[in-house]
């Protein structure tokens, strides 16, 4: 019998993007639909960044790369690394990869085996669990209600590890809560993990431009751990640049040079294009990033203030990144029109098709009480989305 293998039988298709596609579909059908469900910057992409692009297309960068990138865009992100972060990283421990979610694929894929433990904080991003499937791993989730800001404790960690754990994988700022970790609730993460020197840290920090709370703070800041993390980073969010493909990570040199290896046997190096215009990026004026910051801060202030004003949301103060992740469990066992709201998935399917508004639903990122909005979007548009999903919930009763 013909069939898939039973490792992609095992994987779950991204909710983010099948709702985006069913939003789509409505779009082609001549309905006014907002989407709040697409984990992307609505601006586009600074203009001396496309300017970079369109040289490196007339200068010929169009053979191909060194697999883990471009000596010059390595370089480029050590600059980054030292100057915002305060972290010495060498090129040779820089992989650059087609997007982040293949950096952060490629490290799993490199370090996890049969039977190894990932510890993955709840809520987490939707592909992190199936990442592990396919590498075999196992995945070892631990929850964190919007009571304690989604952020999981110390306390927490300590609990699950065991002499079977391999990672962990950390996303702050949060997709999908905006949930940043401080300095010292960071601190508190690496020092159970210095306990056990055994524990990769896989650092997803792509969210780090969009940043309401000052600096940026990163895992890899403590010595007692920094031979262990793996930053997982790329230009997608801030700096609008999602279409262009191109992440990376920054770890210790036998990590990367095992990505190296992956990553050579199945896509080699990404677009040379997308490199030149990410050295641009880097090494540009970075006065678009705080624009776009500033912007992300203002539609954050307004939806959270118009979330709050619906009766039945219930939603935290986001930090960073450009979601919010209200708790909308008060709305299940309410019906209208024959539709009864069971699960956070029920509710994203009713207002979609009572508000025209696309949103995802929490189970898929580890939490069923919860749904994800997405503010990348025009403030004349938030105001009139959160119109029409406050009417249409009125209705549930």
Known sequence: MLSVSERLASLA???TLAMSQKSNELKAQGIDVINLSVGEPDFNTPDHIKAAAKKAIDDNFSFYSPVP???????AICEKLKTENGLDYTPEQIVCSNGAKQSVCNVILAVIG??????IPAPYWVSYPEMVKIADGTNVIVSAGIEQDFKITPQQLEEVITPKTKAIILCSPSNPTGSVYSKDELKGLADVLAKYPDIIIISDEIYEHINYGGAHESIAQFENVRD?????????????MTGWRLGWIAAPKWIASACNTLQGQYTSGPC????????????GDQTCVGEMQKAFERRKNLVVKMAREIPGLKTNEPKGAFYIFPDCSAYFGKSFNGTTIH???DLALFLL???HVACVGGTDFGAPTCIRMSYATSDENLVKAFGWIKEALAKLS
Not at 114 to 119: A, M, S
């Open 13 to 15: 298709p991204s909710a």
């Open 69 to 75: 990138g471009y000596p010059a865009l390595r370089k």
């Open 114 to 119: 049969k039977g190894d433990e990932v510890i």
């Open 228 to 240: 262990r993390v793996v930053i997982v980073n790329g230009v997608s969010k801030g700096y609008a």
């Open 272 to 283: 040379s294009i997308s490199q030149k215009a990410s050295e641009a990026a880097y090494t």
């Open 343 to 345: 699960n956070p998935e």
């Open 353 to 355: 098709a009572e508000a």
